[in-house]
């Protein structure tokens, strides 16, 4: 009976946990760019605290950053669009040539396909698969798509511009949740922190992000590759996504290496980039971040499955960070229960 209980106390939490997903997962465009906002605000917070440092008002500080962000995406799109305007003039040619590459991947798996179609004709199964490419509703998909972009985007902008604009005073607002003067300032505590430790992470791993894609730019440049600048500026996004991100590029280098070159060296362009890639993710990356945020890779597979699933790509980019700031509220918390209380001299 005690346990029975303990289940119908639990069955309310279950119930909000339950309401809650589905709530995330029929209001994506809205709490899905409102939440990346507030990471990318997290982030942003130490550029915001050294420019208020400079005497500039809290809208001054949010605007500034805003312009700078967008200013930032604005010059990364232009030098993207000579490249992304070649490759999609070339990709006729391109998708030729990986065409010829499926074909001899199928009839290298000639085998296993006699084997799936004896089972089949086993199965008496009539329903045939078809894969069937259209080149002609990139249009269509876009005009489609295109709408809700927009609204995702402008809720983006003016959540993390007000984000911005008031994070001090949301900080206040949730420390005043503690019950005593002691309990608030804790609270606080944990939170500047917390934010500390997250903005410091992301800002360093930008960093050598920049550099690896900067050296896959370089690398792909030697090899001969076409669209280097392309080739970096993925490789730079994808290594935010730990673990899946790298392996991701790597399989992408594969098929660009196989489609451009022949013989073994087409292996050459994701073997380079696996060799940086091992130099970056075993020794820069620790030697300049430390140990101390390094995250369960477990944590990090579940909480990018479970993002993904709910809320797409978008999902895939707030996974980490979100996983990150829980981890260092944790971490924080823990940190400030285990130290030591004052001394008091009495008089």
């Known amino acids: 009976m005690k346990y029975l209980a303990r289940l119908v106390d639990l069955a309310p939490v279950g119930l909000f946990i339950i309401a809650l997903l589905a709530t995330l997962q029929v209001a994506q465009e809205v709490f899905a760019p409102v939440l990346l906002a507030i990471m990318v605000g997290i982030v942003l917070s130490p550029l915001a605290d050294w420019l208020r440092k400079r005497h500039l008002s809290d809208a001054a500080v949010a605007l500034i950053l805003l312009i700078a962000g967008l200013t930032f995406l604005a010059l990364v799109i232009t030098a993207l669009a000579t490249p992304v305007s070649e490759l999609v003039e070339q990709w006729p040619s391109i998708w030729s040539r990986l065409q010829l590459v499926l074909i001899d991947v199928r009839s290298a798996l000639s085998s296993l396909q006699t084997v799936q179609e004896r089972l089949t004709a086993a199965m008496n199964d009539e329903n045939q698969m078809t894969v069937q490419l259209d080149g002609g509703g990139g249009v269509g998909f876009a005009l489609t798509y295109a709408p809700a972009l927009v609204a995702q985007t402008l809720v983006f902008v003016g959540a993390l511009f007000f984000f911005l604009l008031t994070r001090k005073s949301i900080y206040n607002t949730i420390a005043q949740m503690g019950r005593t003067k002691e309990e608030r300032v804790h609270l606080a505590e944990i939170l500047a922190d917390a934010e500390g430790r997250v903005s410091r992470y992301f800002l360093s791993i930008s960093v050598i992000n920049a550099c690896l894609g900067t050296m896959v730019a370089l690398i792909m440049a030697v090899l001969g590759m076409p669209f280097a600048m392309v080739w970096g ?25 196989v489609i451009h070159f022949t013989g073994l060296y087409a292996l050459l362009p994701a073997a380079s980039f696996l060799c940086l890639n091992l130099l970056e993710g075993q020794f820069i990356t620790p030697a300049i971040i430390g140990r101390t945020m390094t995250v369960n890779p477990l944590l990090v597979f579940i909480s990018l499955v479970f993002w993904i699933w709910l809320w797409g790509p978008i999902g895939g980019i707030i996974s980490i960070p979100l996983l990150l700031v829980i981890t260092a509220l944790v971490s924080a918390g823990e940190r400030r229960r285990t130290l030591p209380e004052p001394i008091v001299e009495e008089a």
């Open 233 to 257: 500026l993925v490789a730079a996004a994808l290594n935010y996504v730990l673990y899946v991100g790298p392996a991701l590029f790597t399989g992408m280098l594969l098929i660009g290496g």
